[in-house]
C-alpha cells in the first residue's frame, strides 16, 4: 500500500481531491516501478487538483506532473533497482498517474538520471519550473544572446520559472529585470540575481503595437498583454521565450515586432521536449544553480498540504517552489 492525491470524479458528481490509502496493484501498467521521494506543485497541478482547468484527462487520476526518486524495480534494461531518477512531464499527472505519490510506474524513456550535482530533494526544488526555466535560458542563447547585448526581462518572477530563471541568467552574467505583481519580493528577487524589480502592471494592460526598445531578450510565463508588450519592448533582432499562461492564453499583439524590428518569439514545450533538449537544460541547472540559490526558492510541504497549497498557487499566493515530501 502507498499514499497518493487521488482525483476522482464520479458520473455526474464535481470533482474531488483526496489523500488516498492505494494497493500497489492499481498502478499503471509500465515498466519502471519508482519509490518516490519528493514530487513538486505546479501550476498545472494546482489546476489538476482544483479543477480550475480541464488538465486531467481521465480519471481517477494521481497528479503531479514532477517526481524524483530511486528505482524500486524495472524490466527495462536500461534502468537498476536503486537508480536515482526524475521525471518531468510527458502527460504524467494528467493522462498517467504521476508523482503526488508514494510510488509511480513509468515508461523507462520518460526518465532521466538525477544529475550528480542535486539531490532528490535539490532536483524537486528546480523540477518542472525549473527545467522549463533552463529550456527558454538554452533557447536564447543557443539563438546568439549573450550578456553583452543588454537587459533581460523575466516576467511571473516570483513564481517557479521566474525565480529559477533569474538564478540561472544572473550566475551567467546578465543583466535581469525581474517584472512582479508582488513589490514586496524585490529582496527576494535582487537576492537571486535581478538588477532591477519593476511592477507587473507596466505590462500587464493593453498596449501600442511598438514600444520603446528595451529588452535584449524575454523569458515569459505570463502570456496575454504582458507577452504582447514586451515583444513590442524588444529591441532590434532580440528575443522572447514564451513558455506559460499565468495571465492568459491570448496573445493580443500585432506582426510589427516580428516584420519591422526582428524580433523573434521562441516558443517553450517542457512537455514533450526531446530527450537531447532535456539533457541540455538539465545540465545547464547542474553547473549554473547552487544550493543556496535552491533553498532560497523553495519551500517544503507534505502530501496532506499539497491539496490546500493547489488552491494557493492558483490564485498567485505561492513564491518559488514548493517541494512535495511525499512521506509527509
Not at 519509490?35 to 480550475?52: M, P, Q
Not at 536500461?78 to 509511480?104: P, S, Y
Not at 520603446?212 to 529591441?235: M, P
Request: contains cysteine.
Amino acid at each position: 500500500m502507498f499514499k497518493a492525491i487521488l482525483i476522482e470524479k464520479p458520473e455526474g458528481a464535481p470533482q474531488s481531491a483526496r489523500v488516498a490509502e492505494l494497493d500497489e496493484a492499481r498502478l499503471p501498467d509500465a515498466p519502471v516501478t519508482v519509490r518516490v521521494e519528493y514530487s513538486t506543485l505546479n501550476y498545472k497541478d494546482g489546476l489538476a487538483i482544483t479543477g480550475k482547468s480541464p488538465v486531467v484527462r481521465k480519471f481517477p487520476m494521481v497528479p503531479g506532473i514532477d517526481l524524483a526518486g530511486v528505482v524500486e524495480s524495472s524490466v527495462a534494461p536500461e534502468w537498476h533497482a536503486g537508480d536515482r531518477v526524475l521525471l518531468n512531464g510527458w502527460g504524467v499527472g494528467e493522462a498517467h498517474w504521476g508523482g503526488l505519490a508514494q510510488k509511480a510506474r513509468v515508461k523507462a524513456d520518460w526518465l532521466q538520471r538525477v544529475p550528480e550535482a542535486f539531490t532528490t530533494r535539490q532536483a524537486m526544488a528546480i523540477g518542472t519550473a525549473g527545467y522549463t526555466a533552463s529550456l527558454c535560458v538554452e533557447a536564447l542563447v543557443s539563438h546568439g544572446l549573450t550578456a553583452d547585448r543588454g537587459e533581460v526581462l523575466v516576467t511571473g518572477a516570483s513564481g517557479g520559472v521566474g525565480s529559477i530563471a533569474i538564478a540561472l541568467l544572473s550566475r551567467a552574467h546578465f543583466k535581469v529585470v525581474a517584472s512582479t505583481g508582488k513589490t514586496g519580493e524585490a529582496a527576494y528577487l535582487k537576492g537571486l540575481g535581478a538588477a532591477e524589480v519593476i511592477d507587473r502592471n507596466e505590462l500587464s494592460q493593453a498596449g501600442k503595437p511598438l514600444q520603446k526598445e528595451r529588452w535584449a531578450a524575454v523569458i515569459d510565463s505570463v502570456g496575454s498583454h504582458t507577452l504582447a508588450n514586451a515583444c513590442a519592448q524588444t529591441r532590434y533582432r532580440g528575443l522572447v521565450a514564451a513558455c506559460g499562461l499565468a495571465q492568459g492564453m491570448d496573445f493580443p499583439a500585432t506582426v510589427a515586432p516580428f516584420i519591422l524590428r526582428g524580433v523573434s518569439l521562441l516558443g517553450i514545450d517542457s512537455v514533450m521536449a526531446p530527450r537531447d533538449l532535456r539533457q541540455k537544460a538539465w545540465d545547464r541547472l547542474a553547473r549554473g544553480l547552487d544550493a543556496a540559490a535552491l533553498d532560497r526558492v523553495s519551500n517544503v510541504i507534505g502530501l496532506e498540504d499539497a491539496i490546500h497549497a493547489a488552491q494557493e498557487i492558483v490564485a498567485g499566493k505561492v513564491r518559488g517552489r514548493l517541494i512535495v515530501d511525499v512521506s509527509r
